[in-house]
């Protein structure tokens, strides 16, 4: 199981449409909505790394409205 955490900050006025697209991205388990330095958390999680960074890649960062993102990958040790 591969877990991540997504910080995205959003266009000003985007907080809402890019919360309603990331509900409908499969590995998605959860968003909040942040107030400071970032817009939004994401959880992420998948059944392995490649299936959550494919997620990440390309179905989170290109959401209109994301102006950037910062990514935490759990490591199990």
Known sequence: MAIGFVLITTQPGSESSVRRAL???????????????????????????????????EEIRILEGISDTKTLIGAEL
């Open 23 to 57: 509900d409908g991205i499969q590995y998605v388990t959860d968003r909040w909505m942040l107030f400071g330095e970032y817009d939004l958390i994401a959880r992420v999680q998948a059944d392995d790394e490649y299936a959550l960074t494919r997620c990440i890649v």
